[in-house]
């Protein structure tokens, strides 16, 4: 059986991003050197992804993993359901800030078609110390064991960049995920609709 690891991701405007304390992103890489995030992982199927850094030019790729996911997917990613994508919302995931976000796709190259298979991403809070992160997998590559690795890079990246403290939304019976984050020493909290998941750093890096 396939476990669905979408996890609710706020779609951050002006508004939530004063409501929720979290830097307006600007959308510019400048220095950010991309591969010091790149890296490649074995899934269960014995199939080789590269997670690095999401990037403008993925646009068209980002699309086409949308397209797979199924409804209960955007659901769990979006709280609600999408049906299209206009370009102004792929811009939005695709062209980051890397100061104040960080996309990772997971990237599978077969017969030199390149795909993305999930995204893992974290904004980062005003203060510097916080941070949100939100997971995918699209449905054709769920119950790979690619979930697990995207999450486990994301939070060492959390951890180079000095952050404190990281937590994910998820609806409360997106049982596939809470059961992903638990394991990885996650603390769940269940508040009116949703799932929060808080994992502080620090506690970790001292165990």
């Known amino acids: 059986m396939k476990v669905n690891y979408g996890v609710h991701f706020v779609f951050v405007t002006e508004a939530t991003t004063q409501k929720r304390g979290v830097w307006i992103v600007t959308l510019n890489e400048g220095n950010f050197d991309p591969k010091k995030y790149e890296t490649l992982v074995r899934m269960r199927d014995g199939r080789t992804v590269l997670l690095r850094p999401i ?5 068209p790729l980002w699309l086409e993993m949308f397209q797979n996911f199924s409804e209960e997917s955007v659901r769990y990613r979006f ?3 999408i049906k299209d ?3 102004e919302m792929r811009a939005r995931y695709c062209d980051v800030d890397y100061d104040r976000e960080i996309g990772i796709v997971a990237e599978l190259e077969e017969e030199g078609r390149r795909k993305i298979l999930g995204v893992v991403r974290l904004i980062i809070e005003a203060d510097g110390k916080n941070g949100e992160i939100a ?9 790979l064991g690619l979930g697990s690795k995207m999450v486990d890079h994301m939070i060492e990246i959390c951890k180079d960049r000095g952050l404190e403290t990281i937590y994910a939304l998820t609806l409360p019976n997106n049982y596939g995920a809470i059961r992903l984050l638990k394991k990885r020493g996650f603390t769940i909290q269940y508040i009116n609709d949703e799932a929060k998941a808080t994992l502080n750093l620090k506690d970790k890096e001292q165990k």
């Not at 990037?55 to 646009?59: H, K, L, N, Q, S």
């Not at 997971?135 to 119950?143: E, K, T």
């Open 55 to 59: 990037r403008p030019e993925d646009e």
């Open 79 to 81: 709280f609600h359901i």
């Open 85 to 87: 994508t206009p370009h």
């Open 135 to 143: 997971f995918i997998v699209a449905d054709p590559w769920q119950g």
